[in-house]
């Protein structure tokens, strides 16, 4: 069972809040390219890996309150699995990538909703320390976005991330606690 720290449990509870206010039926998808930055810090004090992550994803359908992209990602993974050995898990990964974003309309040009996404990443080496050279990295939290027009959006998300490779064996798994930083656009 996954234990959920103060900050986790106050993003998720402000999600739900926000998305109970009165809202239109919109999104605030502007059917384009999602180009997001990403950290992600640890969130154990045995496992120290924090992540960088680069995602670009494109608009693949959406109605009046749920959105779904797909694209791909570049992770730089950096620290150590082990506080006692220090097992380096330092390592560069690529893959593909899916998101969903559920959005309210709260006023004007704010929204405010939930996003989760997934990738498979593959790693220049074994990542984690002790692991395969491949993982799973899922994210879910609250996000909040400002549309600026109707080709333009940038966005804020505070999330909580998990990383395995899915196996019973060899799968040292960490979670991470983040803020993702996003830009949407229509070309």
């Avoid at 709260?106 to 320390?129: D, Q």
Wanted: charged content about 20%; glycine content about 10%; aromatic content about 16%.
């Amino acid at each position: 069972m996954i234990n959920l720290n103060k900050l986790t449990k106050a993003c998720v509870i402000s999600s739900l809040l926000f998305m109970g206010l009165p809202a239109s039926a919109q999104t605030s998808c502007v059917e384009g390219w999602d180009f997001q930055a990403e950290y992600l810090k640890h969130n154990k004090s045995d496992k120290h890996v924090d992540n960088y992550n680069l995602h670009v994803y494109k608009h693949l359908w959406n109605n009046d309150y749920l959105s779904f992209y797909y694209g791909g990602t570049a992770s730089i993974a950096n620290g150590y699995m082990d506080k006692d050995e220090k097992k380096d898990s330092d390592a560069f990964g690529i893959g593909p990538s899916i998101m969903g974003r559920l959005e309210f309309n709260p006023f004007g040009s704010f929204y405010t909703g939930l996003e989760v996404g997934g990738t498979m990443r593959f790693f220049t080496k074994a990542h984690p320390a002790g692991g395969r050279a491949y993982d799973f990295l899922w994210r879910v939290g609250p996000r909040f976005s400002y549309k600026l027009g109707n080709y333009s959006a940038l966005g804020l998300t505070l999330l909580y991330a998990h990383a395995s490779n899915g196996m019973n064996s060899h799968n040292p798994g960490y979670e991470m606690k983040g803020v993702n930083l996003d830009f949407e656009y229509k070309f």
